[in-house]
């Protein structure tokens, strides 16, 4: 009987592991159509869809790419990149599932995959708008910021309406130094659509740098636009911290405090915020906390240059130039083209009495920014202490032809016979 009963189980277990999936149905399609925006719901239907072996190959990369799209904007890049990439199989010349798999490829930081799905994108659509700036965006994570103004300005040629292209482009010359031709070109962006509140605040960030670097403008542009953006959004927390960081410089250190603390309470664990307020507790000249803020900025994000920068400037105001070297070390080897962080270190080396290294990081500041007045100066000053005079006189007139309110070159071009 045992045997008999065993026989049975067996059969039965048959009779279920050959019992087909049940057929999608409609409502499944309806569904899947919109599972980017319900992916819960549209999850399993895409998945009924996928496992029907009755439906169209058509209609399984539909239900692959729409499933792919719900993963990817529940921040699950993985599972959207394996989606993803069984519509490219079932579809090899698929540009759209190329350049979303570029996209998910770029939010886990990927940027090599990036770019190959981007430019594999382009390849079977030399008109696929979306596909460049997304390319434009891997670009810019590793600092190729020419390739990304191509891309961008390939993207505003196919459609002169992209505000999100005028935006990147934007940002790609805030990064290159041509803060000017940032402002415009975000400016497009914001005239285009007057509600895009990233727009608004990446202008925040252009006028930022360009005050900070040239010393041209005022911080309240940038904090008038910050405050913009965060009326438009106040989800994105990244204003906050950069209207914070905007406060500071204009050594509105309480606003700043409250602006990066509403970031911390909000999300704690937000390594910009913490950055933020360190900024704002070293304006307090409270290094302590600042460098607390700064450690835990860095905990959070390994790879927050800006953090190790601004740890490097608390060291220097303790007169602690060994550490503050190191930080600018680690700033640079995160961003190789990081102009601030070359010029600290050179200001570092010229507290350790190295001009020779200290001329160095200041040139290296000037290649990648040739507007970045301090560093002229700064290069000027070393040159006079090496005995280097005309070259001297030629960095002090360069930072006076830049900005002639800057106080250092002027000086010094007096005290030469200028």
Same mark, same amino acid.
């Given at each position: 009987?045992?045997?008999?009963?065993?026989?049975?189980?067996?059969?039965?277990?048959?009779?279920?592991?050959?019992?087909?999936?049940?057929?999608?149905?409609?409502?499944?399609?309806?569904?899947?159509?919109?599972?980017?925006?319900?992916?819960?719901?549209?999850?399993?239907?895409?998945?009924?869809?996928?496992?029907?072996?009755?439906?169209?190959?058509?209609?399984?990369?539909?239900?692959?790419?729409?499933?792919?799209?719900?993963?990817?904007?529940?921040?699950?890049?993985?599972?959207?990149?394996?989606?993803?990439?069984?519509?490219?199989?079932?579809?090899?010349?698929?540009?759209?599932?190329?350049?979303?798999?570029?996209?998910? #490829? /770029?939010?886990?930081?990927?940027?090599?995959?990036?770019?190959?799905?981007?430019? /594999?994108?382009?390849?079977?659509?030399?008109?696929?708008?979306?596909? #460049?700036?997304?390319?434009?965006?891997?670009?810019?994570?590793?600092? /190729?910021?020419?390739?990304?103004?191509?891309?961008?300005?390939?993207?505003?040629?196919?459609?002169?309406?992209?505000?999100?292209?005028?935006?990147?482009?934007?940002?790609?010359?805030?990064?290159?130094?041509?803060?000017?031709?940032?402002?415009?070109?975000?400016?497009?962006?914001?005239?285009?659509?007057?509600?895009?509140?990233?727009?608004?605040?990446?202008?925040?960030?252009?006028?930022?740098?360009?005050?900070?670097?040239?010393?041209?403008?005022?911080?309240?542009?940038?904090?008038?636009?910050?405050?913009?953006?965060?009326?438009?959004?106040?989800?994105?927390?990244?204003? #906050?911290?950069?209207?914070?960081?905007?406060?500071?410089?204009?050594?509105?250190?309480?606003?700043?405090?409250?602006?990066?603390?509403?970031?911390?309470?909000?999300?704690?664990?937000?390594?910009?915020?913490?950055?933020?307020?360190?900024?704002?507790?070293?304006?307090?000249?409270?290094?302590?906390?600042?460098?607390?803020?700064?450690?835990?900025?860095?905990?959070?994000n390994q790879k927050n240059g800006v953090a190790y920068w601004n740890r490097g400037n608390a060291y220097m105001a303790l007169r602690?130039?060994?550490?503050?070297?190191?930080?600018?070390?680690?700033?640079?080897?995160?961003?190789?083209?990081?102009?601030?962080?070359?010029?600290?270190?050179?200001?570092?080396?010229?507290?350790?009495?190295?001009?020779?290294?200290?001329?160095?990081?200041?040139?290296?500041?000037?290649?990648?920014?040739?507007?970045?007045?301090?560093?002229?100066?700064?290069?000027?000053?070393?040159?006079?202490?090496?005995?280097?005079?005309?070259?001297?006189?030629?960095?002090?007139?360069?930072?006076?032809?830049?900005?002639?309110?800057?106080?250092?070159?002027?000086?010094?071009?007096?005290?030469?016979?200028?």
């Amino acid at each position: 009987m045992a045997a008999h009963g065993s026989g049975g189980l067996l059969l039965c277990m048959g009779l279920l592991l050959a019992t087909p999936a049940l057929a999608a149905t409609s409502t499944d399609r309806g569904e899947c159509a919109a599972s980017a925006d319900k992916p819960d719901l549209g999850f399993a239907a895409c998945s009924r869809i996928i496992d029907d072996a009755s439906v169209s190959v058509a209609e399984r990369i539909k239900a692959f790419k729409n499933r792919g799209r719900g993963s990817f904007n529940s921040k699950d890049y993985d599972r959207a990149i394996a989606d993803y990439g069984e519509a490219i199989k079932l579809s090899p010349k698929d540009a759209w599932a190329f350049a979303h798999r570029c996209e998910a #490829y /770029e939010s886990k930081e990927d940027h090599d995959a990036a770019i190959a799905d981007c430019t /594999e994108a382009i390849k079977i659509d030399p008109k696929y708008g979306w596909a #460049y700036n997304n390319r434009g965006v891997a670009y810019y994570g590793v600092h /190729e910021y020419d390739a990304a103004l191509a891309d961008h300005a390939e993207a505003i040629r196919i459609n002169s309406r992209d505000a999100w292209a005028y935006t990147r482009r934007g940002m790609a010359w805030t990064e290159k130094g041509e803060f000017d031709q940032a402002i415009a070109d975000i400016t497009q962006a914001v005239t285009i659509d007057p509600k895009y509140a990233f727009g608004f605040g990446q202008r925040g960030q252009a006028r930022f740098r360009k005050k900070l670097i040239t010393k041209k403008g005022g911080w309240e542009p940038a904090i008038a636009d910050y405050s913009e953006a965060i009326k438009l959004d106040p989800s994105l927390l990244w204003l #906050y911290s950069s209207r914070g960081v905007a406060y500071s410089n204009d050594r509105q250190y309480d606003l700043a405090v409250a602006d990066c603390s509403e970031v911390i309470k909000r999300e704690p664990n937000n390594s910009a915020g913490h950055n933020c307020r360190g900024v704002a507790y070293e304006g307090l000249k409270d290094y302590r906390r600042a460098i607390a803020d700064y450690d835990q900025s860095i905990s959070i994000n390994q790879k927050n240059g800006v953090a190790y920068w601004n740890r490097g400037n608390a060291y220097m105001a303790l007169r602690k130039i060994d550490d503050a070297i190191a930080d600018y070390d680690r700033a640079i080897a995160i961003n190789p083209k990081d102009f601030n962080s070359f010029n600290s270190r050179g200001k570092a080396y010229v507290a350790k009495g190295d001009s020779n290294r200290a001329i160095a990081d200041f040139t290296k500041a000037i290649q990648f920014d040739p507007s970045y007045v301090e560093a002229y100066s700064n290069r000027g000053l070393s040159h006079e202490v090496l005995g280097r005079r005309a070259d001297a006189v030629a960095d002090f007139r360069k930072a006076q032809s830049i900005d002639s309110t800057d106080r250092v070159s002027k000086q010094q071009l007096r005290v030469l016979g200028f």
